[in-house]
T-cell receptor, first 111, second 115 residues
Framework: QKEVEQNSGPLSVPEGAIASLNCTYSDRGSQSFFWYRQYSGKSPELIMSIYSNGDKEDGRFTAQLNKASQYVSLLIRDSQPSDSATYLCAVNLGYGQNFVFGPGTRLSVLP | GAGVSQSPSNKVTEKGKDVELRCDPISGHTALYWYRQSLGQGLEFLIYFQGNSAPDKSGLPSDRFSAERTGGSVSTLTIQRTQQEDSAVYLC?????????????FGPGTRLTVT
């Protein structure tokens, strides 16, 4: 059974702080990792993808992958109230395979 | 370019009726996915099409659910004899491999309400 786990939250951080979202996965064969943001009533929006160990930065977002620990995280620097949403972690075994989603972490950025 | 589109955006149907939900993937995307999301819940995988390969139907919850993809593009998800527990948002996504990258992009979803 392929599983992706996330803390459901809510995770509350003050405006301007760093928000840290974590995700663990069970299948060691997982090849690619994605973070989606989902606002209430909207569909998921891709914000980051990461394929190799280490850090990947894009603006205020940094994804971190550690395949040995089966762990992927998303850091949001200078958090804004507009970042308040549910963040979904998704894992894929490789092209041609299905995506497995975690249950999501609800983030609340307090002004 | 145009993203994934889905129709209708909302569908209200009576219990026992059949419904068809449509998905137009991003042009050129070879992979297409259907998911279901009940209120306040995570994404539930339903079915996955990849090129001309046989679809992965492992997530379909019952034989009342079926999907097809015509010409490697548009897909239709059909739910027969709808039940109240089928009420959810049905999301479609598509992806394309570019080098080692194959991100998945979602459509806006169809909200299905079974009364």
């Amino acid at each position: 059974q392929k599983e992706v786990e996330q803390n459901s939250g809510p995770l509350s951080v003050p405006e301007g702080a760093i928000a840290s979202l974590n995700c663990t996965y069970s299948d060691r064969g997982s090849q690619s990792f994605f973070w989606y943001r989902q606002y209430s009533g909207k569909s998921p929006e891709l914000i980051m993808s990461i394929y190799s160990n280490g850090d990947k930065e894009d603006g205020r977002f940094t994804a971190q992958l550690n395949k040995a620990s089966q762990y992927v995280s998303l850091l949001i620097r200078d958090s804004q109230p507009s970042d308040s949403a549910t963040y979904l972690c998704a894992v894929n075994l490789g092209y041609g395979q299905n995506f497995v989603f975690g249950p999501g972490t609800r983030l609340s950025v307090l002004p | 370019g145009a993203g994934v589109s889905q129709s209708p955006s909302n569908k209200v149907t009576e219990k026992g009726k059949d419904v068809e939900l449509r998905c137009d993937p991003i042009s050129g995307h070879t992979a297409l996915y259907w998911y279901r999301q009940s209120l306040g819940q995570g994404l539930e995988f339903l079915i996955y099409f990849q090129g001309n390969s046989a679809p992965d139907k492992s997530g379909l919850p019952s034989d009342r659910f079926s999907a097809e993809r015509t010409g490697g593009s548009v897909s239709t998800l059909t739910i027969q004899r709808t039940q109240q527990e089928d009420s959810a948002v049905y999301l479609c996504a598509s992806s394309l491999r570019v080098a080692s990258s194959y991100e998945q992009y979602f459509g806006p979803g169809t909200r299905l309400t079974v009364t």
